[in-house]
C-alpha cells in the first residue's frame, strides 16, 4: 500500500470497545477520511462458549456499528473465521498438546490485524490500518520505531514485535499518548454506547481462563493423564493430561507435598509433568527462535538491552547474542523465573522495541520437549 499524503483514508479496526472507537474519534478529529470494520474471527459455538465475554458477539458488533454511525463512517464486518482458525486457534490447540504455552494475542495481531486487515484495506483503497493498540510509531529520519506507550500500565507494545517497517509505516495507533483515563473521558464527551464498557480479559476464544477444557471442547478429544515425575525421574502421582499444566504454575496440581512443588518442564514426548522446588524454576539463560528485529537487521554482535519474557513483567536487562541461525541468545544479568517455551522475549532499548521471538529453551532441559 502506498501513500505519502500526510492525511489520507484509514481503515479503523473497531473490537465494539472504548479503545478502538475513540482510535476512531481521533483519526476522524485528524482529517482522515475513515471506514470502520469489525473482524469476525469466530462463532461462538465453533469454540463451544456462550456469547458473553468474547470479542465477537452481537453486542460487540452492535456496539461498533453505533460509534461508526455517531462518527459518520461506512462500517464493514468481515468473516475472517478460516484464517482465524488456522493461524490462532489451532496453533494455541496444538501448543499445548505439546507441552508449550503460547500467546495466541500475539498470533492475532500478526496474522490478522497486520496481515489479513492489510489485505482489506488495499481492496478499499484505503493508505492506513488504525487499531486501538497503546503503542506508538515514530520515524528517526531512515527508519520507523514501535515505542512504548506513555501509560505504561496500559503499553501493549509487547504483543506487536513481529511488526515491519512496511507495516509501521501504515498504521496509526491514535492512543499511544494517551493515558487510559483519558481515553474514557474522551468516550463519555462523545456520548459513545461503550464509555464504561469494561476491557476484554484473557483470550477471547477461552471461557473463565480455562484454556484445557476449552481445547477439548474444540479437539473432541478428552487430555491423557500421565505421571508427575521429579528432576530425578521418580514418579510423584498421576497428572490429568499436560494441556491442564504451564511452567511455573503451583495451584491445581491435585497432590500434596511436605513443601510447595511447582511445574518445572513439561514433557510432551513421554506425556510427563516434572515437579520441582521453587530455586528449579530459575534460569538466566535461553534461546529465542523465529527472532523479528524491527529494524529489518539483526546485530552483527551481542548487544545489552532489556528483556521481557511474559507480558505483566517488567524488562530485566540481559545481553542478546545473535547466532548464526537467526536464534538469538539471551544472557540476564539476574536469574529469571520460569521461563516459558512458547511464549514471547521482547527486547527493549529504554522505550524503543527492538524485536522478540518465541522462546524456546529456559527451564526445559535436552530430552523434554
Known sequence: MEGTCERGKALIAMSGGVDSSVAAKRMVDQGYECVGCTMKLYDNEDVGISHAHTCCSLEDVEDARDVAYRLGMPYYVFQLKDGFREKVIQKFVQSYEAGITPNPCIDCNRYMKFEKLFERAAVLECQYIVTGHYARIEYDGSRYLLKKALDETKDQSYVLYSMTQEQLAHVKFP???????????????????????????????????????????????????????????????????????????????????????????????????????KEELYSRETDVGEFHWISGEAPQAQIRCKAKIRYRQPEQWAFAIPQADGVVHLLFDEPQRAITPGQAAVLYDGDVVLGGGVIASGTCREGCL
Open 175 to 277: 492512543l499511544g499518548g494517551l493515558r487510559k483515563t483519558q481515553t474514557r473521558q474522551i468516550a463519555e464527551r462523545c456520548g459513545f454506547i461503550n464509555a464504561h464498557k469494561p476491557d476484554s480479559q484473557d483470550i477471547c476464544f477461552v471461557q473463565n481462563g480455562d484454556y484445557a477444557s476449552a481445547i477439548e471442547r474444540y479437539t473432541g478429544r478428552m487430555a491423557q493423564p500421565g505421571n508427575f515425575v521429579d528432576s530425578a525421574g521418580n514418579v510423584l502421582g498421576v497428572h490429568r493430561g499436560i494441556i491442564h499444566y504451564t511452567i511455573g504454575q503451583r495451584r491445581g496440581l491435585g497432590i500434596s507435598f511436605p513443601e510447595p512443588m511447582y511445574v518445572c518442564r513439561i514433557c510432551a514426548k513421554d506425556n510427563t509433568v516434572v515437579l520441582g522446588k
